[in-house]
């Protein structure tokens, strides 16, 4: 039960002091019943704003970076500006439209992910990557190695970011992002309690 009947009130109120604020600097800050992120732009602009991205909910204050007049999100790096809009998204032609992307090389590599909950907050996830090499090349077995060892180097770069990051019931998504709401909605059923 809250301690006051009163919400906090709009106004003008001390955060951080300038001269600590270096330019390119992010701060994870809690204000106002919030967790907020501050942060210099490279012309010395302030700004604070949410600390997790709107895309898939990235911690901007583990991991993120300032680059130019941006704010880039560690997970996809995407990135916003001072006014919070987004202002670049490395892997798509438009903003906040849906589409799908597939996954081919010159190897023909299936990657297939599945995970076991400990409990609430903690899995065990494996992955699994085999390739088709009829005839035993070893031009393709390096590929399908070195595709192994990239899909570990991904996992284990991201485990700081899933460490840090939120869920973020609304996503913002792009065109690059595939049906990630298709796959939520499917996922629903195997929940007794409403997500
Ligand atoms: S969660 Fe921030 S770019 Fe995807």
Not at 100 to 111: A, G, H, S
Request: proline content about 7%; some cysteine.
């Amino acid at each position: 039960m809250a301690r006051f009947p009163f919400p906090i009130p709009v106004g003008w109120f001390h955060v951080a002091f300038d001269a600590d604020i270096e330019p390119a600097s992010i701060h994870p800050m809690n204000l106002f019943g919030r967790e907020l992120a501050l942060w210099r732009a490279e012309d010395g602009e302030l700004c604070l704003q949410d600390r997790y991205c709107p895309h898939l909910g990235g911690n901007f204050a583990v991991g993120g970076q300032v680059v130019g007049q941006t704010l880039e999100c560690p997970f996809h790096k995407w990135r916003f500006a001072t006014d919070g809009q987004v202002a670049e998204i490395p892997y798509a032609k438009k903003l906040n439209r849906s589409a799908c992307v597939r996954y081919r090389t010159l190897v023909d590599v299936c990657l297939l992910t599945s995970s076991a909950p400990i409990d609430e907050e903690t899995v065990v996830q494996h992955f699994h990557v085999s390739y088709r090499n009829p005839e035993d090349d070893a031009r393709i077995h390096r590929i399908g190695q070195a595709f192994d060892a990239e899909v570990n180097r991904q996992f284990r770069e991201d485990i700081a970011i899933w460490e840090s990051k939120i869920y973020q019931p609304d996503p913002q998504l792009c065109d690059g992002d595939g049906p990630v709401g298709k796959y939520r909605n499917w996922a629903k059923q195997f929940y007794f309690e409403a997500v």
